[in-house]
């Protein structure tokens, strides 16, 4: 039973992985892998785990920084140290048991927090609540959260560091929100696919700092719609319809632009679960149609 636990938790470390790093680069699969391997080299060793216990049973961040420097120091012995049985030498060479470690305590950070936000959106019904109430719920600074172990988490660099994690966070979760209130569909088109989908900002996220987490201020749309809504090329009437700039109107005898655009002109959107887009906001985005 506690294999499978282990297991399902390994798999979840790793979506979060993918979804922290670069797509493409096998940076999840790979940490997943260094922490198992520091798991039979800590096990072979017989030192810091409990019996019984596992490197994934490890949720504590006092005991997981513990667990990040025996790493780092073992990493720089030159006969491998606890590592020294362990024929795929390039885990702990190249540093990859060390990072993994320091990535699980980000991912058990963060999904603390993620779920701590998602609870509260579901149980909201006043978006712009929600988005104080969001912005409120503060990451709780840890060393280990930091990729430069030379940052000083007191220091500015330290604070400004924490404070782009969670802005990356939160920017991650608006995503999550708005894309359940459209049902995980481009709210135009009615795409169901999550790789193509945008959670657009009515208000941009970097001028509205008050409705950034408001998924009042959000739309589900498809890339390219996302794009002409994000340049203010398309945008939605008083009753939802999707209108146009003037400038778009030398477009109007293309082929393509009939296809994609000229076809949809005057479409309703299909209206979200709960929180309706704010038309306060829609009204500000319309003056600034292009």
């Known amino acids: 039973m506690k294999q499978a636990i282990n297991n399902e938790f390994a798999q ?5 992985s993918e979804e922290f790093h670069a797509k493409g680069s096998g940076t999840a699969t790979s ?8 798991n039979a080299a800590l096990r072979g060793a017989g030192c810091f785990l409990q019996p019984g216990e596992s490197v994934w049973d490890i949720h504590d961040d006092g005991r997981l ?5 025996l790493v780092k120091n073992e990493q720089k012995k030159p006969d491998g140290g606890i590592f020294r049985n362990e024929s795929a030498k ?9 990072a993994a470690v320091k990535d699980f305590a980000r991912f058990l950070s963060l999904s603390v927090r993620q779920e701590q936000m998602l609870n509260a959106f579901d149980s909201a019904t006043d978006g712009s609540v929600l988005a104080r109430n969001l912005e409120s719920m503060r990451l709780s600074a840890s060393p280990m959260l930091l990729d430069n172990d ?24 608006f995503r999550r929100m708005v ?26 996220w970097a001028n509205d700092k008050v409705n950034r987490m408001n998924p009042e201020n959000g739309l589900c749309l498809s890339a390219t719609y996302d794009a002409a809504f994000d340049r ?32 949809l002109r005057g ?15 829609l009204e500000d985005h319309r003056r600034h149609l292009a």
């Open 232 to 263: 203010h090329l398309i945008s939605f009437d008083e009753d939802y319809r999707l209108i146009f700039a003037p400038s778009l109107q030398e477009y109007y005898t293309n082929e393509a632009f009939q296809e994609y655009f000229s076809k």
């Open 90 to 98: 390039s885990y702990w060479k190249q540093g990859f048991c060390s």
């Open 65 to 69: 920084a513990q667990l990040y420097a």
């Open 267 to 281: 479409h309703k959107i299909t209206m979200p679960k709960r929180f309706l887009p704010s038309q306060s906001l």
């Open 179 to 204: 894309l359940q209130n459209y049902h995980s569909r481009c709210c135009l088109t009615g795409l169901p696919m999550p790789e193509v989908l945008r959670a657009s900002h009515i208000s941009a």
């Open 12 to 16: 979840r470390f790793q979506r979060f």
């Open 31 to 38: 940490y997943v892998t260094a922490l198992k391997k520091l």
């Open 150 to 173: 030379d940052i000083v988490l007191t220091s500015a660099e330290g604070r400004t560091a924490i404070r782009e994690v969670e802005v990356r966070q939160n920017q991650d979760v």
